[in-house]
């Protein structure tokens, strides 16, 4: 597997995690001192908020939807052991696989480190898409 394989497959295995509800495994792909910025700019620190917010979302509000549409990411190493991935996609809270229909489509930006448990995720950026010149 490449590189870049390896680095999307992060991705991958977040999606899956969100769109079965799993907190602890979508949180696991996080370091342990991650940054993660949610699209309206809430800031949770380290692994363990990550997981206790996604816990509350999929059992409340997030139950049942999900992650789609990251298209085409820009994958690029900064270093061996240091990535940044700029992708598009979102959650559809109806399940379906065009958050965009839904309003909810995102800029998506992940730093990934890797370690030597593999690629983790250490900073995540969530951009909602808008156009405010048609607002």
Same mark, same amino acid.
């Not at 907190?23 to 620190?45: I, K, P, Q, W």
């Not at 839904?102 to 156009?131: M, P």
């Given at each position: 597997? %490449?590189?870049? &394989?390896?680095?999307?497959?992060?991705?991958?295995?977040?999606?899956?995690?969100?769109?079965? $509800?799993?907190?602890?495994?979508? #949180?696991? *792909?996080? =370091?342990?001192?991650?940054?993660? !910025? =949610?699209?309206?700019?809430?800031? %949770? !620190?380290?692994?363990?908020?990550?997981?206790? %917010?996604?816990?509350?979302?999929?059992?409340?509000?997030? +139950?049942? /939807? +999900?992650?789609?549409?990251?298209?085409?990411?820009?994958?690029?190493?900064?270093?061996?052991?240091?990535?940044?991935? !700029?992708? $598009? #996609?979102?959650?559809?809270?109806? #399940?379906?696989?065009?958050?965009?229909?839904?309003?909810? &489509?995102? %800029?998506?930006?992940? !730093? *990934?480190?890797?370690?030597?448990? $593999?690629?983790?995720?250490?900073?995540?950026?969530? =951009?909602?898409? /808008? +156009?405010?010149? &048609?607002?």
């Amino acid at each position: 597997m %490449s590189q870049r &394989e390896e680095v999307l497959s992060v991705l991958t295995r977040l999606a899956d995690a969100w769109n079965n $509800g799993d907190a602890d495994a979508y #949180g696991n *792909l996080f =370091t342990e001192d991650a940054d993660y !910025v =949610t699209f309206f700019g809430l800031r %949770s !620190v380290g692994r363990q908020a990550i997981v206790d %917010s996604h816990r509350e979302l999929f059992q409340g509000p997030l +139950k049942g /939807s +999900k992650l789609a549409g990251f298209g085409d990411p820009r994958v690029r190493f900064l270093r061996d052991d240091v990535a940044v991935i !700029v992708t $598009g #996609g979102g959650s559809s809270l109806t #399940g379906g696989d065009d958050p965009a229909a839904e309003g909810r &489509e995102s %800029s998506l930006t992940y !730093v *990934l480190v890797r370690g030597d448990d $593999g690629w983790r995720i250490t900073a995540f950026q969530n =951009t909602r898409v /808008s +156009k405010p010149w &048609e607002a």
